[in-house]
């Protein structure tokens, strides 16, 4: 009769510590299984939904095309915003700008880019730690080239400035990453092309630009550029 107590305890102590264990072994699981839940990704810190902000500085080169035949090349320093809303994990809208100071020749040229467009999240793996996008847009570019009181030879008269405008297109391929201080940086290549199809001639008054004359160009003027862009996201 003792021999079945002892038995029957002893089975009953292998059954409850059997049981603990896989208590232990479960909650240990599910609590593994809700820390990998919580914590994010590097991928998630860089590419998030909302409202951002991003800025840059770069080089920038073109060449400036009558006809399709080469004209002129030049070459300077630019800088950027974006100012995007990301969608989902995929798709952000963006509103853009560009600005270049580059030198053609002897003159100065001053140029700005207004766009909108998207930004499409690349898969992963082309760049190690990096988030890869392809940017599509398209807007308006103002040109002003600075003349100093000289005259060339494709106008009459002698302008202090002369400003091309017209609309353009781009694109770009980037990659975005986290740095040690957990900020977000980014790199990007954008090509441009430009066209002009209005321009005015600008005389200072007093030291104020004032527009003497306005003209339809028909287009047949282009400025293809390349800018390369390092910068990082203000928010």
């Known amino acids: 009769m003792k021999l079945k107590v002892l038995l029957s305890l002893l089975l009953t102590l292998v059954s409850f510590s059997t049981f603990a264990q896989d208590q232990k072994d479960y909650l240990l699981k599910g609590t593994a299984v809700e820390e990998y839940i919580v914590q994010p990704t590097a991928i998630d810190e860089i590419w998030k939904e909302g409202t951002h902000i ?15 035949a080469s004209r002129d090349f030049g070459g300077g320093l630019s800088g950027k915003t974006d100012v995007g809303y990301f969608l989902n994990d995929k798709w952000a809208l963006e509103a853009s700008s560009y600005i270049k100071f580059a030198r053609v020749n002897d003159y100065r040229v001053w140029g700005t880019i207004l766009s909108v467009g998207f930004r499409y999240r690349l898969p992963e793996g082309w760049f190690d730690e990096q988030v890869p996008y392809f940017r599509a847009f398209t807007g308006a570019n103002i040109n002003v080239v600075y003349l100093d009181g000289r005259k060339i030879p494709e106008f009459d008269e002698v302008y202090n400035r002369i400003q091309f405008e017209g609309p353009m297109v781009g694109i770009a391929l980037g990659g975005m990453r986290l740095s040690k201080t957990k900020k977000v940086l980014f790199w990007e290549v954008a090509a441009t092309g430009e066209w002009m199809v209005r321009e005015s001639g600008i005389q200072m008054e007093k030291d104020v630009p004032v527009v003497v004359a306005r003209a339809s ?7 293809y550029s390349v800018y390369v862009t390092l910068g990082g996201f203000i928010f």
Not at 217 to 223: A, I, K, P, T
């Open 217 to 223: 160009l028909d287009g047949r003027s282009q400025l």
């Open 54 to 68: 991003a800025a840059g500085l770069g080089i920038t080169g073109g060449a400036y095309l009558v006809d399709g």
